[in-house]
């Protein structure tokens, strides 16, 4: 048996900008998804702290060092630059392997900017 597990997390980023004209997706700071351990394309849920929306798309890598987090397409009409979110990411984590699987914790700045080593969660 497999469990869906929260792979990674990043905590509090800020939207930079919103595309409602784009086909869709979030837009990421290439430098983030590494230190979240996201992939082009890979599904993301997004959940906004300014308004209790909670959406799901996928990720597009972003210039590096740029800080950007943009909600392109149908995302952008819940979610506005300034607003801060959640990223999470899941991933299927074989039953023998739960006990010792660790969640990916990024912290952010408000430029988007990783503030310390991605820490992974305790139990």
Known sequence: ?????????????????????YEGSLTIDRLLMEAADLLPNEKVHVLNLNNGTRAETYVIEGEPGSGVVCA???????????DLVILLSF?????????????KIVHVDERNRVVEP????RK
């Open 1 to 21: 048996m497999f469990r869906e597990m929260c792979k990674s997390k990043v905590h509090r980023a800020r939207i930079t900008d919103a595309n409602l004209n």
């Open 72 to 82: 392109n397409g149908a995302l952008a009409r819940n979610t506005h630059p300034g």
């Open 91 to 103: 991933a299927w984590v074989p039953e023998e392997e739960v006990g010792t699987f660790r969640t």
């Open 118 to 121: 991605a820490k992974a969660s």
